[in-house]
């Protein structure tokens, strides 16, 4: 990752620097001991720089609720759901495979570019880390037609259920670039499987609110993309029933969410939407 070729992929050191300030914390909601490292200083440094252009603390908080959020959706799968096929598209520097602790024959894949994953696993081997299930990484550029061959031929099995994860990627497509993932993973899960992701709503761009990170982000040359006021109607026509929540409500507040929380019917605002679907 040291001259990116995609300009999304330093967003993953960005969310890496907030897992690993998360973990310095007393009351903090995950540790993530190896995220420090994987962030360098690029990843503090993106990590600053958006929060001063938002002006506020959720450039660093949203990532931490989403990761617990998502820790948890995960493990209730593979623990009281007996799902044992773990999916994260555009992992990052996710490092649930080493520090969530995952019930036996758990395989766990992650998908993410050939420059993000050989970056992470020169972090890895130097700090000798183990993972705590069967890890598998795929090196893929999720926008081209032939990843899902990549990640049957690294041994994933779509016959059996599984549990999915797109997590912080959405945002940055275009629209039909997100049709076109969701099409794939579909015909990759059988009924019965499981899909976790985050999407913005389309107030993020017409907010003023917003426009400054907007416009970070866009100078990064990773401007935010896609957003959707109505995850519940992407999902079904995808094939998939959806449960929505927002950050700070009920499931996904830990104590930690520091602003009320308005009804969706509330128009104008800025929103995300972290979503737990089930293949129907
Ligand atoms: N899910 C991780 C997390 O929450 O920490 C990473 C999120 S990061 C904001 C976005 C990720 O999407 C980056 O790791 C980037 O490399 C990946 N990404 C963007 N476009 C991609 C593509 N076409 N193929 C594969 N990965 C992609």
Known sequence: MDTPTNPIAPTSRWMAAARARESERVDRLFDDPLAAALSGPEGFAW???????????????YPVIRTRFFDDFLLDACRRLGVRQVVLAAAGLDTRAFRLNWPPQVCLYEMDLPEVLDAKEEVIEAAGARASCERRTVRVDLSQETWPEALLDAGYQPERPSVWLIEGLLFYLPRAAVHGLLEKVGALTVTGSLLGLDVM??????????????????????????????PETLMARHG??????????????????PRPMLPREVPGLPRSFLVRARRS
């Open 240 to 257: 998939w029933e959806a449960d929505v929540t927002q950050p700070g409500e009920e499931g996904a507040n830990f104590g930690r969410w």
């Open 47 to 61: 990590l600053e720089h958006m929060e001063s252009a938002a002006r506020s603390d959720s450039p660093g908080l």
């Open 201 to 230: 709503n389309r107030g993020l761009f017409f907010s003023p609110v917003a426009w400054p990170m907007q416009a970070a982000l866009a100078r990064r040359g990773a401007p935010g993309r896609f957003g959707m006021n109505d």
